[in-house]
T-cell receptor
């Protein structure tokens, strides 16, 4: 079955450490997105990629980095520059980068600071 | 400025009741999505609509483009419907509401 796989489900980061969240899709989608979810807030866009080898900053990109070297993979690195990384992170994909496309969600990664 | 407003924020109902969740947005859009988030965090897309009404099982979604308003209805609600329901809209990027937490009591 096609879908999006995020790993790990839970992740713990020490102060000053970079961590990478994995997102893989086998839906052959061009567009992929990373969102952050905090309690009481709507999902906020961190980075998005419309096509392989291209990505753009979203609304809250500071302290994060991404790559899109393969169509199916869009890993997110939370760097030590992100001062408040504790959140739920969701990876999403769609055929193209337009809101009138069905959105496919991963199961999320919950990141906590030790 | 809140571009999207969902109401109510929390809703508790008895099993079997008819449920309505509302979403109002402030700008023109090309599509509106209704999403369901279960306690574990995973999100499932329920509907994507740009006009009129869609139905899937006991769920019905409607949208009024002129009034910039959408509703999600659940008929014959069941405890397994307990979840957070989120609306999202946009033209390119999506803007997400904060969600309505629905609890159905047996």
């Amino acid at each position: 079955d096609g879908g999006i796989t995020q790993s790990p489900k839970y992740l713990f980061r020490k102060e000053g450490q970079n961590v990478t969240l994995s997102c893989e899709q086998n839906l052959n989608h061009d567009a992929m997105y990373w969102y952050r979810q905090d309690p009481g807030q709507g999902l906020r866009l961190i980075y998005y990629s419309q096509i392989v080898n291209d990505f753009q900053k979203g609304d809250i990109a500071e302290g994060y980095s991404v790559s899109r070297e393969k169509k199916e993979s869009f890993p997110l690195t939370v760097t030590s520059a992100q001062k408040n990384p504790t959140a739920f992170y969701l990876c999403v994909s769609s055929w193209t980068f337009y809101s009138n496309q069905p959105q496919h969600f991963g199961d999320g990664t919950r990141l906590s600071i030790l | 400025k809140n571009e999207v407003e969902q109401s109510p924020q929390n809703l508790t109902a008895q099993e079997g009741e008819f449920i309505t969740i509302n979403c109002s947005y402030s700008v023109g859009i090309s599509a509106l999505h209704w999403l369901q988030q279960h306690p574990g965090g995973g999100i499932v897309s329920l509907f994507m609509l740009s006009s009129g009404k869609k139905k899937h099982g006991r769920l019905i979604a409607t949208i009024n483009i002129q009034e910039k308003h959408s509703s999600l209805h659940i008929t014959a609600s069941h405890p397994r419907d307990s979840a957070v329901y989120i609306c999202a809209f946009g033209n390119e990027k999506l803007t997400f509401g904060t969600g309505t937490r629905l609890t159905i009591i047996p």
